[in-house]
């Protein structure tokens, strides 16, 4: 089964730091691009950060950008976002995804359950 | 930024209703659109991509539409499990974007 399972998320201060993980099963993440996306409960989806399947090429929002770094691991199957001077606005539900980048278009074929990241003192 | 804006925000519609959902983008995307559709608490599905291919396993009542600036999503035959918020996204240029979502109640 093709599975993106989340973990790391919770309370962190603001400031603080955190760091999520994203293990894929079922699939082989070396042949994908990866993408973070986040959302306030009961809000919108936004997209946080992409990186290439060769982790030659990383994106950010603006948002996030100087504060989180999108990684991989492809002999571990796993994406990851470190999240560094966490403020109260980057409290969220963050979600993985896939992008199969078919023929040039992109989409998330394949989500995470999604890890609640909450910053609060 | 590309803006994408849906509308309606929210619907209600009948079991066996046709329903459409549209979405417009601020700047050209050619077909570069995605619908996805999230039932609360749970991740997205996407149900249509490059704005008019079905993603395998989505059923066909649900079709995709448009290109350049405005785009249609329309769900044929309304069923109970198609209640859920739908999104559009742009997957043109970064930083991806999302509409604001619609609402869909099944009556």
């Known amino acids: 089964e093709v599975q993106l399972v989340e973990s790391g998320g919770g309370l962190a201060q603001p400031g603080g730091s955190l760091r999520l993980s994203c293990a894929a099963s079922?699939?082989?993440?070396?042949?994908?691009?990866m993408h973070w996306v986040r959302q306030v409960p009961g809000k919108g989806l936004v997209w946080v950060s992409r990186i290439k399947s060769d982790g030659s090429s990383t994106a950010y929002a603006d948002s996030v950008k100087g504060r989180f770094t999108i990684s991989r691991d492809n002999a571990k199957n796993t994406l990851y976002l470190q999240m560094n001077s966490l403020t109260a606005e980057d409290t969220a539900v963050y979600f993985c995804?896939?992008?199969?980048?078919?023929?040039?278009?992109?989409?998330?074929?394949?989500w995470g359950q999604g890890t609640l990241v909450t910053v609060s003192s | 930024d590309i803006q994408m804006t849906q509308s309606p925000s929210s619907l209600s519609a009948s079991v066996g209703d046709r329903v459409t959902i549209t979405c417009r983008a601020s700047?050209?995307?050619?077909?570069?659109l995605n619908w996805y559709h999230q039932k609360p608490g749970k991740a997205p599905n996407v149900l249509i991509y490059a704005a008019s291919s079905l993603q395998s396993g989505v059923p066909s009542r649900f079709s995709g539409s448009g290109s350049g600036t405005d785009f249609t999503l329309t769900i044929t035959s309304l069923q109970p499990e198609d209640s859920a918020t739908y999104f559009c996204?742009?997957?043109?240029?970064?930083?991806?974007?999302f509409g604001q979502g619609t609402k869909l109640e099944i009556k």
């Open positions: 995804a896939r992008d199969p980048d078919y023929l040039g278009y992109s989409d998330f074929d394949c």
């Open positions: 700047q050209n995307i050619r077909s570069h």
């Open positions: 996204q742009q997957s043109y240029d970064l930083p991806y974007t």
């Open positions: 079922g699939f082989t993440i070396s042949n994908y691009w």
